[in-house]
């Protein structure tokens, strides 16, 4: 990759995240501007590279600091680091995974399933992704003890094993 400057100097070196993204606004200023597409698939265009492109101040990489086709930048994601979101986003998360835990059966009507169902809903499918997930990245605690061990029957399935592999649910560095 290119050196944009001595760090010495204080300029800005290229990350390979960044390479990547300079790469997809590239690709999706291209697709925005091709007259063949419909206006729906532009706008669609446009909002992933709204909340692609990262200008805040706190950006560390001068690869992203122009803005592109003059729009306003990032807005989903910037607010995601704002003082206070993380802990917002924990309660809700909290107050969601309580909701859905109230669903589950107080005892095996017909089936393990959300409701009591003898299938899985894709309600079941999601909730045990992101029950997953948040076990995968360390914040397994703020999963109500019972959906925890309702997801751990769902993904000691042959339907989880036969899509996962052993795999987790996002790599974990």
């Not at 909002?47 to 805040?56: A, F, G, N, S, T």
């Not at 999601?126 to 029950?131: K, S, Y």
């Not at 999963?143 to 987790?168: C, F, I």
Request: aromatic share 4%; charged share 25%; hydrophobic share 40%.
């Amino acid at each position: 990759m290119s050196d944009m400057g001595s760090p010495r100097s204080g300029a800005k070196t290229e990350t390979k995240s960044s390479v990547v993204a300079y790469g997809l606004t590239a690709i999706l200023e291209k697709l925005i501007a091709d007259p063949d597409i419909s206006d729906r698939f532009q706008e669609a265009l446009a909002y992933k590279l709204e909340v692609l492109v990262c200008l805040p101040p706190s950006c560390s990489n001068q690869l992203l600091t122009r803005p592109p086709l003059g729009h306003s930048h990032n807005r989903e994601k910037v607010a995601g680091v704002q003082d206070g979101a993380h802990e917002q986003s924990i309660e809700l998360t909290r107050e969601v995974l309580s909701e859905c835990a109230a669903s589950l059966p107080s005892e095996n009507v017909l089936g393990p399933w959300l409701f009591g169902l003898a299938y899985a809903t894709a309600l079941d499918a999601h909730l045990v992704v992101l029950i997953a997930r948040l076990q995968d990245i360390g914040k397994g605690e703020i999963v109500p003890p019972e959906l925890t061990a309702y997801a751990d029957r769902a993904m000691e399935g042959p339907e989880w094993q036969s899509v996962m592999e052993g795999r987790r649910t996002m790599r974990v560095v």
